[in-house]
T-cell receptor
Framework: GAGVSQSPSNKVTEKGKDVELRCDPISGHTALYWYRQSLGQGLEFLIYFQGNSAPDKSGLPSDRFSAERTGGSVSTLTIQRTQQEDSAVYLC??????????FGPGTRLTVT | GENVEQHPSTLSVQEGDSAVIKCTYSDSASNYFPWYKQELGKRPQLIIDIRSNVGEKKDQRIAVTLNKTAKHFSLHITETQPEDSAVYFCAASRDYQLIWGAGTKLIIKP
């Protein structure tokens, strides 16, 4: 079946602009995660959604970052007033029963 | 909270030799330990995982061992091949959130 998809694959934006990144998880997966990965670095946890429960936002680096998940499926990560340090690959993952996480291809964000 | 340390950060081995990557964790309640492989420019993918009720798991050329007492677990790759070149991440979790190691870049020398 279809895996996790993300859009856009690449996004170049000017400093100060807002961006929205989209994630379509695997159908039926109740858990959805957002991570950030800077070049050559590890995975930085941002936010976690599980079913209808309140999301765990403990990894969001600032109040410029927010995310929502509509209808328990598609998720959108929004970054307001982007800064150059926001440049990274943003990865989304979904899982069933909090086990194996299936990652999407990521969105490469470049803030100029 | 949980903390996962991974060593080494870079590992270079001759093709055909074995590679071992080690991780330690701090939360004794962690019970799930996966290993992910990330090839250059690709997404991370699960290669093997182990739960706290077993000490070792094998899948062809890869194996993972877990020492709950010492709170460390290791990835073993035997008969390394060029396609094993990648960054490997360990992780530990108790509930839903995986705490990730910093990654090990594995280089296979021809």
């Amino acid at each position: 079946g279809a895996g996790v998809s993300q859009s856009p694959s690449n996004k170049v934006t000017e400093k100060g602009k807002d961006v929205e990144l989209r994630c379509d998880p695997i159908s039926g997966h109740t858990a959805l995660y957002w991570y950030r990965q800077s070049l050559g670095q590890g995975l930085e946890f941002l936010i976690y959604f599980q079913g209808n429960s309140a999301p765990d936002k403990s990894g969001l680096p600032s109040d410029r970052f927010s995310a929502e998940r509509t209808g328990g499926s598609v998720s959108t990560l929004t970054i307001q007033r982007t800064q150059q340090e926001d440049s990274a690959v943003y990865l989304c993952a979904s899982s069933h029963n909090a086990d194996e996480q299936y990652f999407g291809p990521g969105t490469r964000l470049t803030v100029t | 909270g949980e903390n996962v340390e991974q060593h080494p950060s870079t590992l270079s081995v001759q093709e055909g030799d074995s590679a071992v990557i080690k991780c330690t964790y701090s939360d004794s309640a962690s019970n799930y330990f996966p290993w992910y492989k990330q090839e250059l420019g690709k997404r991370p993918q699960l290669i093997i995982d182990i739960r706290s009720n077993v000490g070792e798991k094998k899948d062809q050329r890869i194996a993972v061992t877990l020492n709950k007492t010492a709170k460390h677990f290791s990835l073993h790759i035997t008969e390394t091949q060029p396609e094993d070149s990648a960054v490997y991440f360990c992780a530990a979790s108790r509930d839903y959130q995986l705490i990730w190691g910093a990654g090990t870049k594995l280089i296979i020398k021809p």
